[in-house]
C-alpha cells in the first residue's frame, strides 16, 4: 500500500537554528531519504517551501477567488512529504517514526486512495 | 448425512455460530484484511447454511463449508465492485488454500491477530473493546451498547468507522514482533478490562464490577491467556477479572442495594473462582516480572485475604498501591490508595493525601473521588460536607444499586 507521510512542524523553530544546526538537520533528511531509497519503498518526496508563500484558489460564484496565504493558519505547517509503498500501517509508521519529523513535528501518515 | 431434520440443520449452525463464529471471523477478516467484508461474508455463509442445511443435509465440516462459502461470497462481491488487480490476486490464493479436504481440515486461530488490529494503536481507544466484543464474539450493537452507555445506533456508526479505518489505513492482521509486543499487548489488556469495567459501581474503589459484558470480557482474557501463555500481565488481567467475578452475587443484597466488601456474605463467594485467581496470580509471579494487573490481582487477593482470615494486611495493601501508581499514575488509583492510608496512617492523613481536584480537574466529574472523599469526611466527624460530597457522588452515580448504597450512607451521617 502507499502511504504519504506529511511533515507538519513550526517553521519559526526551524529558523531560529544555526547555522550548523540546520545543516544536521537537512543531513539527517538527506540519511532518511537514502535509507527509504535502499529500502525501495520511496515514490516520491519533495520539501515544501513556508507557509507564507502558499497560494490558495477556490470558485466562488463562477470566479476563481485567490487568496494569499495557506488554507489552515497554525503554527504547525506541512513543510515537506515522502511517499512510501509499504505492507501495511505498522511498517508505514515505523518509517514515519525513522523520519527526523517526528522528532521536532508531526507525521501524518495517510494511506494512498488506489484508483484502479 | 444428507436429509437432516431442518431442526438439526438450524441446531448445527447456530452450534457452529456460538462455538466457531470469532475464528471464522478472524481467518476471513485477516485474509480480506477488511473486518467489514468478513463480517457481510460470514453473515451470507450462514444463510446459506440455514437454506441448504436442511435440504441437502449437514456437511461433514461444517466451519469448511461456511468458509468455503464465505469465500466464494466475497470474490463474488469483489467482482461486482471495481477494486485493484492486486486485492484480486490476493483472493484467488485465499480462494486455492480452501480446496483442502474436508478431513484433514483444520482452521488455523487467528483471533490473536484479530484482536491486535481491533487494540491497534490506530483505532480510536473508546471502540477497542466494542470492537474486540463484536468481532470476536459476535455480539450486536445493541448488546454492546447498552453496556457501554451508548444508543445502538450510534454503536453501530462508531463501529463500522473503526472497520473503514481497519481496511482504508490498512492495519494489519498479525502479532507484534517481540520487541513491539510489550506496548500493542498493554492496549488489548486496556481494551478486555474496559469492557469489564464499563461502569464503575465501585464506591469504595475495591469492587470492581459490570453489570452485563464482564461474562464477554472473562472469555476474552481465557483466550487471550490460551494464545499467549508466556506473559505474566495476561494471567494477572485474567486473575484480576475472576477475582473481582467471584464476589458478584455478593455485592448486592436482597433490596438490590449495592454491598461493600467488608459486609458482602462470604457464602455467595465463588471460591472456585477465587482459587483460579490465585493460581494464575502464583504462575505470574514466577516471571518476575510485575505490572499493572498483577497488581490489581495482588490488591483483590489481599483484600480477600483479609475478609476470608479476618488478618489486619492494610499496611501490605497499601504498599501495592504505591506500586501501582508507580507504574500507572493514575489518579483514581490514588484516590483508593487513600481509603488503604486511613486504616494504616489515620483518616486525616487520608484526607490530606487525596488528589486535589484542582489538578486534575477530571476528578470533580468522577463518582469514585467523591464516595471516597465522603466516605474519609464521615469519619473524620465532618458530616456536613461528607453529607455535600455524598450528594456529589449521587449525582454522579449511573447505578440504581450504588446510588442507593451512597444515600444509605448519607443519611446515617450525624446518627452514629
Given at each position: 500500500?502507499?502511504?504519504?507521510?506529511?511533515?507538519?512542524?513550526?517553521?519559526?523553530?526551524?529558523?531560529?537554528?544555526?547555522?550548523?544546526?540546520?545543516?544536521?538537520?537537512?543531513?539527517?533528511?538527506?540519511?532518511?531519504?537514502?535509507?527509504?531509497?535502499?529500502?525501495?519503498?520511496?515514490?516520491?518526496?519533495?520539501?515544501?517551501?513556508?507557509?507564507?508563500?502558499?497560494?490558495?484558489?477556490?470558485?466562488?460564484e463562477g470566479k476563481p477567488r485567490v487568496q494569499d496565504g495557506p488554507f489552515i493558519e497554525s503554527k504547525e505547517e506541512i513543510g515537506g512529504y515522502y511517499l512510501i509503498d509499504v505492507a501495511d500501517l505498522d511498517a508505514a509508521i515505523a518509517w514515519a517514526a525513522r523520519c527526523p519529523g517526528a522528532g521536532h513535528g508531526v507525521v501524518e501518515v495517510r494511506p494512498v486512495w488506489q484508483m484502479s | 448425512m444428507a436429509?437432516?431434520?431442518?431442526?438439526?440443520?438450524?441446531?448445527?449452525?447456530?452450534?457452529?455460530?456460538?462455538?466457531?463464529?470469532?475464528?471464522?471471523?478472524?481467518?476471513?477478516?485477516?485474509?480480506?484484511?477488511?473486518?467489514?467484508?468478513?463480517?457481510?461474508?460470514?453473515?451470507?455463509?450462514?444463510?446459506?447454511?440455514?437454506?441448504?442445511w436442511p435440504v441437502r443435509g449437514v456437511p461433514d465440516n461444517p466451519q469448511a463449508w461456511l468458509l468455503t462459502v464465505a469465500r466464494r461470497k466475497r470474490i463474488d462481491g469483489i467482482r461486482h465492485e471495481r477494486i485493484g488487480e492486486?486485492?484480486?490476486?490476493?483472493?484467488?490464493?485465499?480462494?486455492?488454500?480452501?480446496h483442502e479436504s474436508a478431513d484433514r481440515f483444520e482452521l488455523p486461530d487467528r483471533r490473536l491477530a484479530l484482536l491486535f488490529a481491533c487494540a491497534h494503536p490506530a483505532i480510536d481507544e473508546s471502540i477497542r473493546a466494542p470492537l474486540m466484543m463484536q468481532t470476536v464474539l459476535g455480539l450486536d450493537a445493541t448488546r454492546i451498547g447498552s453496556a457501554f452507555l451508548v444508543s445502538p445506533a450510534a454503536m453501530a456508526k462508531r463501529l463500522g468507522r473503526a472497520k473503514d479505518k481497519i481496511r482504508e489505513a490498512g492495519i494489519p492482521f498479525h502479532v507484534p514482533a517481540r520487541d513491539e509486543l510489550d506496548g500493542r499487548l498493554g492496549s488489548v489488556l486496556e481494551a478486555i478490562y474496559a469492557a469489564f469495567a464499563a461502569s464503575w459501581p465501585d464506591p469504595l474503589g475495591i469492587e470492581t464490577a459490570r453489570k452485563d459484558l464482564s461474562d464477554e470480557a472473562i472469555f476474552l482474557a481465557r483466550l487471550l491467556f490460551e494464545l499467549l501463555p508466556g506473559e505474566p500481565e495476561v494471567a494477572g488481567l485474567l486473575a484480576c477479572m475472576l477475582h473481582a467475578h467471584a464476589r458478584r452475587r455478593a455485592r448486592r443484597d436482597g433490596a438490590g442495594c449495592y454491598?461493600?466488601?467488608?459486609?458482602?456474605?462470604?457464602?455467595?463467594?465463588?471460591?472456585?473462582?477465587?482459587?483460579?485467581?490465585?493460581?494464575?496470580?502464583?504462575?505470574?509471579s514466577a516471571f518476575r516480572a510485575p505490572g499493572r494487573y498483577q497488581l490489581e490481582a495482588a490488591l483483590q487477593s489481599a483484600h480477600v485475604e483479609r475478609r476470608l482470615r479476618g488478618v489486619d494486611n492494610w499496611a501490605a495493601v497499601l504498599q501495592l498501591y504505591d506500586a501501582l501508581i508507580e507504574v500507572t499514575g493514575s489518579p483514581i488509583v490514588a484516590i483508593n490508595r487513600t481509603l488503604a492510608l486511613a486504616e494504616v496512617e489515620g483518616v486525616e492523613a487520608a484526607l490530606a493525601a487525596l488528589p486535589d481536584p484542582g489538578n486534575a480537574p477530571a476528578l470533580t466529574g468522577y463518582q469514585p473521588y467523591w464516595a471516597a472523599r465522603a466516605d474519609l469526611l464521615a469519619r473524620s466527624g465532618a458530616a456536613a460536607q461528607a453529607h455535600q460530597a455524598y450528594e456529589m457522588a449521587i449525582g454522579l452515580e449511573t447505578d440504581d444499586a450504588v446510588r442507593l448504597f451512597l444515600r444509605e450512607r448519607q443519611s446515617r451521617l450525624g446518627r452514629g
Amino acid at each position: 500500500m502507499q502511504y504519504l507521510l506529511m511533515l507538519y512542524a513550526n517553521e519559526d523553530g526551524w529558523n531560529a537554528l544555526s547555522e550548523a544546526e540546520q545543516a544536521e538537520g537537512i543531513a539527517a533528511y538527506g540519511a532518511y531519504a537514502e535509507a527509504l531509497q535502499q529500502a525501495g519503498i520511496l515514490a516520491g518526496s519533495n520539501r515544501l517551501r513556508p507557509a507564507t508563500s502558499a497560494t490558495t484558489v477556490r470558485i466562488v460564484e463562477g470566479k476563481p477567488r485567490v487568496q494569499d496565504g495557506p488554507f489552515i493558519e497554525s503554527k504547525e505547517e506541512i513543510g515537506g512529504y515522502y511517499l512510501i509503498d509499504v505492507a501495511d500501517l505498522d511498517a508505514a509508521i515505523a518509517w514515519a517514526a525513522r523520519c527526523p519529523g517526528a522528532g521536532h513535528g508531526v507525521v501524518e501518515v495517510r494511506p494512498v486512495w488506489q484508483m484502479s | 448425512m444428507a436429509g437432516a431434520a431442518p431442526n438439526t440443520a438450524r441446531a448445527t449452525a447456530e452450534s457452529v455460530a456460538r462455538d466457531c463464529y470469532g475464528r471464522l471471523l478472524a481467518f476471513l477478516a485477516a485474509g480480506f484484511r477488511d473486518v467489514a467484508a468478513a463480517e457481510d461474508a460470514l453473515a451470507e455463509a450462514f444463510a446459506k447454511a440455514l437454506e441448504e442445511w436442511p435440504v441437502r443435509g449437514v456437511p461433514d465440516n461444517p466451519q469448511a463449508w461456511l468458509l468455503t462459502v464465505a469465500r466464494r461470497k466475497r470474490i463474488d462481491g469483489i467482482r461486482h465492485e471495481r477494486i485493484g488487480e492486486n486485492v484480486m490476486s490476493q483472493l484467488q490464493v485465499l480462494g486455492d488454500a480452501g480446496h483442502e479436504s474436508a478431513d484433514r481440515f483444520e482452521l488455523p486461530d487467528r483471533r490473536l491477530a484479530l484482536l491486535f488490529a481491533c487494540a491497534h494503536p490506530a483505532i480510536d481507544e473508546s471502540i477497542r473493546a466494542p470492537l474486540m466484543m463484536q468481532t470476536v464474539l459476535g455480539l450486536d450493537a445493541t448488546r454492546i451498547g447498552s453496556a457501554f452507555l451508548v444508543s445502538p445506533a450510534a454503536m453501530a456508526k462508531r463501529l463500522g468507522r473503526a472497520k473503514d479505518k481497519i481496511r482504508e489505513a490498512g492495519i494489519p492482521f498479525h502479532v507484534p514482533a517481540r520487541d513491539e509486543l510489550d506496548g500493542r499487548l498493554g492496549s488489548v489488556l486496556e481494551a478486555i478490562y474496559a469492557a469489564f469495567a464499563a461502569s464503575w459501581p465501585d464506591p469504595l474503589g475495591i469492587e470492581t464490577a459490570r453489570k452485563d459484558l464482564s461474562d464477554e470480557a472473562i472469555f476474552l482474557a481465557r483466550l487471550l491467556f490460551e494464545l499467549l501463555p508466556g506473559e505474566p500481565e495476561v494471567a494477572g488481567l485474567l486473575a484480576c477479572m475472576l477475582h473481582a467475578h467471584a464476589r458478584r452475587r455478593a455485592r448486592r443484597d436482597g433490596a438490590g442495594c449495592y454491598v461493600a466488601l467488608a459486609d458482602q456474605r462470604i457464602d455467595l463467594w465463588d471460591f472456585a473462582m477465587i482459587r483460579e485467581a490465585e493460581s494464575l496470580l502464583i504462575q505470574a509471579s514466577a516471571f518476575r516480572a510485575p505490572g499493572r494487573y498483577q497488581l490489581e490481582a495482588a490488591l483483590q487477593s489481599a483484600h480477600v485475604e483479609r475478609r476470608l482470615r479476618g488478618v489486619d494486611n492494610w499496611a501490605a495493601v497499601l504498599q501495592l498501591y504505591d506500586a501501582l501508581i508507580e507504574v500507572t499514575g493514575s489518579p483514581i488509583v490514588a484516590i483508593n490508595r487513600t481509603l488503604a492510608l486511613a486504616e494504616v496512617e489515620g483518616v486525616e492523613a487520608a484526607l490530606a493525601a487525596l488528589p486535589d481536584p484542582g489538578n486534575a480537574p477530571a476528578l470533580t466529574g468522577y463518582q469514585p473521588y467523591w464516595a471516597a472523599r465522603a466516605d474519609l469526611l464521615a469519619r473524620s466527624g465532618a458530616a456536613a460536607q461528607a453529607h455535600q460530597a455524598y450528594e456529589m457522588a449521587i449525582g454522579l452515580e449511573t447505578d440504581d444499586a450504588v446510588r442507593l448504597f451512597l444515600r444509605e450512607r448519607q443519611s446515617r451521617l450525624g446518627r452514629g
